[in-house]
């Protein structure tokens, strides 16, 4: 009897470590697969205003805006993929809100001090940076427009950009490809600017050429509103928010300050569209400065009259001829030199008294 209980609790001992060892085999296989699913991007999960997943927000705000996202051929995409250009407004803000501000270091640029050639070129410069401000950020913020000017500062130091700021400005313009800076072929160029906005991008736009630093956005040199959603976005370091405008920058060494080593090369007025800044630079104010100024201006002297004469023209060209007469008459109107002294100054006459000679009678 003893023998056979043994037998059976050795057989139900071996039963139950079966079972176990089954049990093990059967969640580590069930992990396994759970690791191989494609996880599911961490935007998914945030809630929209009704705590949805970003998916069924941003399907919402397409429904709630009437826009419909399409494939290339024109057919619906599919339902887990979401395509950024084809975002409507409300869902390109949720889509940039789910990608927060990188926790990684963003040191600031170095200030930047505009050395220009001349004055033409400085004027070129304040102008392309001013059109920039105004067409880009007219309604943003002082430091608004200060981040703005900083990412074209910080495009003309790296060396993927042009190395002028007109040129970073207007980068594109002149190619199908399209523009960096959509203002300058838009044809926002052609809408005339608000006085007193433009006069504030200036002031900013000046200040930024002579030192000033937007710390903000570091080296940012990518920023677009945050009603869109670029498809280059989730490429770059989101590095700030400033009003209505999201700033990045390149990522690894491209973005960091070693990289930004460019200098400035002069010539603001090659390949930009001069006419049109020179309409924009011509403010009220501006025009009234001008106005007075040649109010205050003396008036300058008549003009001589004209000789017509081929004969007299030819005289009033002559140059005037030095001759030996005049030299010598020249020559004696002048002091000798025995008759100076050592200062330069003609001697004094010191009348002497003549002494009479012997035997002479006074």
């Avoid at 410069?125 to 900083?150: F, H, I, K, P």
């Avoid at 504030?200 to 080296?219: F, P, S, T, W």
């Amino acid at each position: 009897m003893r023998l056979r209980f043994r037998h059976l609790f050795a057989r139900d001992h071996a039963v139950h470590l079966t079972g176990v060892q089954l049990g093990l085999v059967a969640a580590m296989s069930a992990a396994v697969v759970l690791g191989a699913l494609p996880a599911e991007p961490a935007f998914a999960h945030l809630g929209g205003a009704a705590g949805l997943p970003l998916r069924a927000s941003v399907a919402l705000a397409n429904a709630e805006t009437g826009a419909v996202a399409t494939t290339a051929d024109g057919a619906e995409p599919d339902a887990g993929v979401i395509r950024l250009r084809d975002l409507a407004p409300d869902a390109a803000r949720l889509w940039n809100a789910s990608n927060p501000v990188s926790p990684l270091p963003n040191p600031a640029a170095k200030p930047f001090h505009l050395n220009a050639a001349g004055v033409l070129d400085e004027a070129r410069a304040v102008d392309c940076m001013t059109a920039a401000l105004y067409y880009e950020a007219a309604n943003e913020s002082t430091d608004g427009q200060r981040a703005v000017a900083q990412v074209v500062l910080n495009r003309m130091r790296h060396p993927a950009f042009p190395k002028t700021v007109c040129g970073v400005v207007f980068q594109g313009s002149d190619r199908s490809t399209g523009c960096q800076f959509s203002f300058t072929c838009d044809g926002a160029l052609a809408r005339a600017p608000a006085p007193e906005k433009w006069d504030r991008a200036r002031k900013v736009a000046e200040a930024a050429l002579h030192g000033y630093v937007m710390k903000k956005v570091g080296e940012a040199t990518h920023y677009h509103a945050d009603y869109v959603a670029p498809y280059w976005s989730p490429t770059l370091v989101k590095v700030g928010v400033i009003g209505a405008h999201i700033f990045y920058r390149w990522t690894g060494g491209a973005g960091l300050p070693p990289a930004f080593g460019g200098r400035y090369a002069g010539g603001e007025s090659h390949g930009i569209q001069i006419a049109t800044l020179d309409n924009l630079s011509r403010s009220p104010a501006r025009l009234a400065l001008t106005a007075a100024s040649e109010m205050t201006a003396p008036a300058a002297a008549p003009a001589e009259e004209a000789v017509s004469s081929p004969r007299q023209i030819a005289a009033a060209a002559e140059p005037e001829l030095v001759t030996a007469a005049a030299a010598a008459q020249d020559a004696q109107a002048l002091t000798k030199a025995e008759d100076l002294d050592w200062q330069g100054r003609p001697k004094v006459q010191a009348h002497r008294l003549a002494m009479p000679s012997a035997g002479a009678a006074f």
